[in-house]
Nanobody, 117 residues
Framework: QVQLVESGGGSVQTGGSLTLSCAAS???????MAWFQQAPEKEREWVAT???????EYADSAMGRFTVSKDNAKNTLYLQMSSLKPEDTGTYFCAARQQAFGSWSYWGQGTQVTVSS
């Protein structure tokens, strides 16, 4: 069982920046990992993926503003968010799976991001 713990959320103004962290209980080089956002009263949506091979994929809404990265020495996934907009508000979840494709097997509890205009 893999445990994921997110941190780094907070409240910022439009145009601000935040960096989210996701600490894993196992070696992250074994995992494909991702970030998801759940805005108020909306479905959870995919934001970014970092594959085992280091490939980074982003949703259109995150492209050019967010950067996903991983420190395998610390078993931690990051999401650097800049030029934040009010629509980026929501709970951000970290997810992981041991195989590429398929469902995300492991989820964190989420960290709240609030962007005010």
């Amino acid at each position: 069982q893999v445990q994921l713990v997110e941190s780094g959320g907070g409240s910022v103004q439009t145009g601000g920046s935040l960096t989210l962290s996701c600490a894993a209980s196992t070696d992250t080089f074994r995992l494909e990992m991702a970030w998801f956002q759940q805005a108020p009263e909306k479905e959870r949506e995919w934001v970014a993926t970092l594959t085992k091979l280091g490939t980074k994929e982003y949703a259109d809404s995150a492209m050019g503003r967010f950067t996903v990265s991983k420190d395998n020495a610390k078993n931690t996934l990051y999401l650097q968010m800049s030029s934040l907009k009010p629509e980026d508000t929501g709970t951000y979840f970290c997810a992981a799976r041991q195989q590429a494709f398929g469902s995300w097997s492991y989820w964190g509890q989420g960290t709240q991001v609030t962007v005010s205009s």
